[in-house]
Each structure stands twice: as structure tokens, then as C-alpha cells.
């Protein structure tokens, strides 16, 4: 059974934490646009301090370089599993484009999971993270300013797949074994 899951939710929402659970537990292989970011950040490349101008001030790197990105991984990380989507996609655009290149593919998205987090949370959360995670935008302003792209270019998403019927509601607070329960019931839902 192939299991495509796209993880979704503002930042600090704990899409990073439970899509390592999942991964585990399906045998996904997961794909997190963040992490492919800073590791292309840290080879101090041109294309690294181009991306760096962006996420250091809490901007979106444009749709084009993490689409063609995410493309080119998705050709190197085979997985006959399926695939855990973190952090993609974060614009309407990058939810169509997704589609194409999985249809491109042969494969589709089978649920798409957002983690609901109030924002003093979040906020609370991130600032929390940002004492031993060296994140360049883990600080109040950049923080601040996340939420607000967040708000104006991220959330539509959820329309988007709502629209398709794909998208799934789940409280992200509580412990960490309670959210991924109610994640894995959703998940069970769709298998
Ligand atoms: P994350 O680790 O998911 O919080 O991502 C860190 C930063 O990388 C974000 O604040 C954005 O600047 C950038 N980023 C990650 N994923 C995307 C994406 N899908 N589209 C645009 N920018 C992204």
C-alpha cells in the first residue's frame, strides 16, 4: 500500500517531530524542504546565500528553486512506500505543481494532516526551540514574521486541499504520543 502524506501547520507546529514518527512507522521516506534549505545553506554556496536571504528574514524562497528542488529529490530518493511532504507545499502554486509532478509519476497525495496550534503557542514553542537549535530564524522577529507569511501565503493551502477532500483537522497539543495517535487514526482511515 503506498502512503503519500503531506504535513501541514504553521511553523512550530511539530511537523518536523511527528513526521519522523510517521516516516518510522510507514517506512515512508521524508521529505522536508527546511532541511534540504539549510543543508544547501551550509555548503556556503551562491545558491546557499541566495536562499539565506530569504529564510533569514522569514520569507518564502521563491515557488520555481524549491519546486524544481523538491523534484529533483523526489527523482533521487525513490521510496516505494510513499513520502512524508514536510514543509511543502507552502503556496497555492507549489500545491499545483505537486500534483503534476507526482502525476508525472504516477502517484498521488492520500491525506494531508494539519496540525492545529494556537499561536502563543507556537510562538512559545519556537522560542523555545531557538536556545539550542542555532536557527538563524528562530528569534521573535523572524518568528513573527513566519506567522504572518503563514497566514497570508500558507494557510490558503488548506483551502486548496480541503477542496480536494484530502485534508485532515488534528489538535496539535498534548503530548507527543497523543498527537501521533490521532495522526495514525487518520492515516488509518485512508489505507
Ligand atoms: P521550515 O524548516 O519548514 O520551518 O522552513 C524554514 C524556512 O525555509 C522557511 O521559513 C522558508 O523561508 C523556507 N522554506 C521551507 N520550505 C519552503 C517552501 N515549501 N517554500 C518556500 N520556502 C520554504
Do not use: C, W
Amino acid at each position: 500500500m503506498v502512503l503519500n502524506v503531506i504535513i501541514f501547520g504553521a511553523p512550530g507546529s511539530g511537523k518536523g517531530t511527528q513526521s519522523v514518527y510517521i516516516a518510522e512507522k510507514y517506512g515512508l521516506e521524508h521529505l522536508s524542504t527546511g532541511d534540504l534549505l539549510r543543508a544547501e545553506q551550509k555548503t556556503q554556496s551562491e545558491l546557499g546565500r541566495l536562499i539565506s536571504s530569504y529564510t533569514d528574514q522569514g520569507n518564502l524562497v521563491p515557488d520555481e528553486l524549491i519546486i524544481d528542488m523538491l523534484a529533483k529529490v523526489l527523482d533521487t530518493k525513490k521510496n516505494e512506500n510513499g513520502y512524508i511532504f514536510d514543509g511543502f507545499p507552502r503556496t497555492t502554486a507549489q500545491a499545483e505543481a505537486l500534483k503534476e509532478m507526482l502525476a508525472e509519476r504516477g502517484i498521488k497525495v492520500s491525506i494531508m494532516i494539519d496540525l492545529e496550534v494556537a499561536e502563543e503557542e507556537l510562538i512559545d514553542r519556537l522560542l523555545k526551540r531557538g536556545i539550542t537549535s542555532g536557527r538563524s530564524d528562530d528569534n521573535y522577529e523572524t518568528i513573527q514574521k513566519r506567522i504572518q507569511v503563514y497566514h497570508t501565503k500558507t494557510a490558503p493551502v488548506l483551502d486548496y486541499y480541503k477542496k480536494e477532500g484530502l485534508a485532515t483537522e488534528i489538535k496539535g497539543t498534548g503530548s507527543l504520543q497523543e498527537i501521533f495517535n490521532r495522526i495514525t487514526a487518520a492515516i488509518e482511515l485512508v489505507q
